[in-house]
């Protein structure tokens, strides 16, 4: 029996005219796009673009994984058990064990987003030792690819913030600032403080840094108005890192040429 020509299966598979290709649901999902880890303060939130779209209709999902050392088993569990959120690190090495989130919706989520301080709600991971995150797309029975980020230490990558709560009293040929800490740290940590002034038409200087939150900005003149803004930058205890913190909106105040303190 004489076998068939070579063009009868292509005809078979494709039809005329047509162009073979595996059907849909058989290719490789998309992966996420670009995540970008947001450390502000004591903000940690994961975002990422959506996967490119396909011709499949249903809707795409997000997982979210992390990875850490030595886990304490009640603060966390296996991709296979139910989410629970991550605990400490007692070392910077990835020992290849993901698990999911506790108390927190980062598995099968729409939003292209997970926040690990629940807008506050939450402490988030340790501060002072290193996470390891992944994120993955998923549609009906097909996944893609994770896309795995560097891992993080919060206080080495953080951004931080000015300080909180700043209030300004003129005095005698001075000012004195009063405020709060951009956020609490623990024992790895501490924050100095450093105070950017000048006359309204003057010079900047630098006054810092100081260890307190309460400043006296002395030896000004009588009657003068200085305008100024503080920073805090945050101390890591044996590491040679001081991340400097965004400086705090201008404020300007008018010195006395007496104790007489401005309302």
Known sequence: MRPPPLWLP???????????????????????????????????????????????????????????????????????????????????????????????????????????????RLKGFTRSLSVFLRVRAKQGNRTSDWVTLDPFLHYENVTVGPPKNISVTPGKDSLVLHFSPPFNVDQGATFQYLVHYWEKTGTQQVEGPFKSNSIVLGNLKPFRVYCLQTEAQLILKNKNIRPHGLLSNVSCHETTADDTKAG
């Open 10 to 120: 292509s005809l078979l598979f494709c039809g005329l005219g047509a162009t073979m290709s595996l059907p849909d649901s058989f290719s490789q999902l998309a992966a996420p796009l670009n995540p970008k880890l947001h450390l502000y303060n004591e903000e940690q939130i994961l975002t990422w673009e959506p996967s490119p779209s396909s011709n499949d209709a249903r809707p795409v999902v997000y997982q979210v994984m992390v990875a850490k050392p030595n886990l304490q088993e009640s603060q966390v569990s296996s991709s296979n058990s139910p989410s629970q959120m991550p605990g400490t690190l007692s070392h910077n090495k990835l020992d290849g064990t993901w698990y999911r989130l506790q108390r927190l919706n980062c598995t099968d989520i729409a939003e292209t987003k997970c926040d690990f301080t629940g807008g506050g």
